[in-house]
């Protein structure tokens, strides 16, 4: 069964730094989105993409964080100047839309020390 | 904006019974509801969703009602097995590409 793949699915990373998150989605799917989950706490809507812009984002989403899918395949997450409240696990989602739902990557544990 | 709850957090059942998980939502305009299940060190896994002109889905053992009047949704597992614990979330969305806003979760046990 096709698969949303994650990369990596741990990182640790200082405080200010930046840090890119990488999700291959499943190669015919055109809705691509990113939720994250601070432990303990519900999955949050951070950003949905299609037809290569932004179709909506959260106010988590702010200037520190943005989107890219460079190549057709890969969809990435950044953030610019990474804070201790931005530690959580990362879930990267895709769907080919008309009746279909979202398949949902593993995700990846981000920690900011 | 769109508050989902749900309850209850933790549910512990003796394999072969039944599990019932509810949702609650907030936003009316909302007529997309899918359920994911999310075992240790995985991303959540769609198991059945519903719209809003549909009453009732299954499939095999799995079940979702909805009630659009008083705006909740539940699932339900019948004749459950070990392998049905993990974490369960129901989410709502205006559509099934929107953003899903999720419940707080579900930890179902299955004692066998």
């Known amino acids: 069964e096709p698969e949303v793949t994650q990369t990596p699915s741990h990182q640790v990373t200082q405080m200010g730094q930046e840090v890119i998150l990488r999700c291959v989605p499943i190669?015919?799917?055109?809705?691509f989105y990113w939720y994250r989950q601070i432990l303990g706490q519900k999955v949050e809507f951070l950003v949905s993409f299609y037809n290569n812009e932004i179709s909506e984002k959260s106010e988590i989403f702010d200037d520190q964080f943005s989107v890219e899918r460079p190549d057709g395949s890969n969809f990435t997450l950044k953030i610019r100047s990474t804070k201790l409240e931005d530690s959580a696990m990362y879930f990267c989602a895709s769907s080919p839309g008309g009746d279909y739902g979202y398949t949902f990557g593993s995700g990846t544990r981000l920690t900011v020390v | 904006g769109e508050n989902v709850e749900q309850h209850p957090s933790t549910l512990s059942v003796q394999e072969g019974d039944s599990a019932v998980i509810k949702c609650t939502y907030s936003?009316?305009?909302?007529?997309?509801f899918p359920w994911y299940k999310q075992e240790l060190g995985k991303g959540p896994q769609l198991i059945i969703d519903i719209r809003s002109n549909v009453g009732e889905k299954k499939d095999q053992r799995i079940a979702v009602t909805l009630n659009k009047t008083a705006k909740h949704f539940s699932l339900h597992i019948t004749e459950t097995q070990p392998e049905d614990s993990a974490v369960y979330f129901c989410a709502a969305s205006l559509s099934n590409t929107g953003k899903l806003i999720f419940g707080q979760g579900t930890t179902l046990q299955v004692k066998p």
């Open positions: 190669s015919n799917h055109l809705y």
């Open positions: 936003d009316s305009a909302s007529n997309y």
